[in-house]
Nanobody, 118 residues
Framework: QVQLVESGGGLVQAGGSLRLSCVAS?????IGWFRQAPGKERDFVAC?????AYGDSVKGRFTISRDNAKNTVYLQMNSLKPEDTAVYYC?????????????????WGQGTQVTVSS
């Protein structure tokens, strides 16, 4: 069983930055970040399995990275916009390769709120 715990969310002004962390208790082959705004579907943000992959709306602004010694995956978010406001979740896959659909991930964290004010 894999447990994922996110942290690092908060309130930031537009144009600011935040770094989210996801600590994994077990082995996963790919870690993804998703986000969900009120009344909307859960959207793909980024994934790391060897090479990184990003959703179109965050390319060039967000960076996903991994510290294997700490079993932690980070999501550095720069140039934040009000439309980035959502609950951010990390998710783990038991297979290698990034996927953009939530159902392809077996494990989920509890989420961390990110609010970007205009």
């Amino acid at each position: 069983q894999v447990q994922l715990v996110e942290s690092g969310g908060g309130l930031v002004q537009a144009g600011g930055s935040l770094r989210l962390s996801c600590v994994a208790s077990g082995r996963t082959y790919a870690i993804g970040w998703f986000r969900q705004a009120p009344g909307k579907e859960r959207d793909f943000v980024a994934c790391l399995s060897g090479s990184p992959a990003y959703g179109d709306s965050v390319k060039g602004r967000f960076t996903i990275s991994r510290d294997n010694a700490k079993n932690t995956v980070y999501l550095q978010m720069n140039s934040l916009k009000p439309e980035d406001t959502a609950v951010y979740y990390c998710a783990g896959r038991l297979y290698s390769g990034c996927r953009s659909r939530p159902y392809e991930y077996s494990y989920w964290g509890q989420g961390t709120q990110v609010t970007v004010s205009s």
